[in-house]
C-alpha cells in the first residue's frame, strides 16, 4: 500500500517552519525522504531506520515513530531553495529493496 | 563522480508500438530500480535490479519488463503501447548491498514518454 503524506500541499513564507507527515499501514523498516524540484530528478534527503539510525542532510530532520509506523520530516527556517514536492518512500523489510511512495507534498517557500 | 544517465531524454510513440528506454548507473552501483511518475499516481515502483537478476517487482502489467547488464547498465522495455503509459520514467542507482532498503537512491533525469 502506498504511503499516505499530509500535508497534500503548504505555502510558507520564507524563515517559516513546516512539518510533513508520511503514515503506512504497513509494518515499516525504514523510511526514505526525497526532494523533487519541478523538472527535475528527485534528491535524497534523509533515511530512517527502524531502530532509530538515520542517516542523511545535517539541515533535515526527520523522525520515524515505529509504533504508528508514521514519519514526519521537519523543515525549519526555511528558504526560497526548500521549494519542491517531497516525496516519502517506505519499505517493509531489511531484505526488502522496493520502495513504495507517497504521492508527495508540494511546497512552496515565498518571500 | 558521473551521475545517472538515462536515453533518450524524450520520446514520441504511437499506440501498439514498443519502446526501450537505458539506464546507465553511477560508477560501482549495482543496484537499478525504475519507477514510473504521473501526476496523478506519483512515484511507482516499477521493478529493481541487482547483478542482473531481478529482485523485485511491482504491480505493472507483463508488458513492461526489464533487463541488466554484467556492467550494470539496465533497459527497461514496454511492448503494445497504451495511452495510459504516457509517463516520466525514472531509474535509481543505488549500492544495493545488503540492508539494500538502507541505500540512498540516486535518480537519473528521466525518458518523458508521450503516447499518441
Known amino acids: 500500500q502506498q504511503p499516505v503524506q499530509s500535508p497534500q500541499a503548504v505555502i510558507l513564507r520564507e524563515g517559516e517552519d513546516a512539518v510533513i507527515n508520511c503514515s503506512s499501514s504497513k509494518a515499516l523498516y525504514s523510511v526514505h525522504w526525497y526532494r523533487q524540484k519541478h523538472g527535475e530528478a528527485p534528491v535524497f534527503l534523509m533515511i530512517?531506520?527502524?531502530?532509530?539510525e538515520q542517516k542523511g542532510h545535517e539541515k533535515i530532520s526527520a523522525s520515524f515513530n515505529e509504533k504508528k509506523q508514521q514519519s514526519s520530516l521537519y523543515l525549519t527556517a526555511s528558504q526560497l531553495s526548500y521549494s519542491g514536492t517531497y516525496f516519502c518512500g517506505t519499505s517493509s523489510g531489511a531484505g526488502s529493496y522496493q520502495l513504495t511512495f507517497g504521492k508527495g507534498t508540494k511546497l512552496s517557500v515565498i518571500p | 563522480k558521473a551521475g545517472v544517465t538515462q536515453t533518450p531524454r524524450y520520446l514520441i510513440k504511437t499506440r501498439g508500438q514498443q519502446v526501450t528506454l537505458s539506464c546507465s548507473p553511477i560508477s560501482g552501483h549495482r543496484s537499478v530500480s525504475w519507477y514510473q511518475q504521473t501526476p496523478g499516481q506519483g512515484l511507482q515502483f516499477l521493478f529493481e535490479y541487482f547483478s542482473e537478476t531481478q529482485r523485485n517487482k511491482g504491480n505493472f502489467p507483463g508488458r513492461f519488463s526489464g533487463r541488466q547488464f554484467s556492467n550494470s547498465r539496465s533497459e527497461m522495455n514496454v511492448s503494445t503501447l497504451e495511452l495510459g503509459d504516457s509517463a516520466l520514467y525514472l531509474c535509481?542507482?543505488?549500492?544495493?548491498?545488503?540492508?539494500?532498503?538502507?541505500?540512498?537512491?540516486?535518480f537519473g533525469p528521466g525518458t518523458r514518454l508521450t503516447v499518441l
Open positions: 535509481a542507482s543505488s549500492l544495493g548491498t545488503s540492508g539494500g532498503s538502507y541505500n540512498e537512491q540516486f
Open positions: 530512517l531506520l527502524k531502530g532509530g
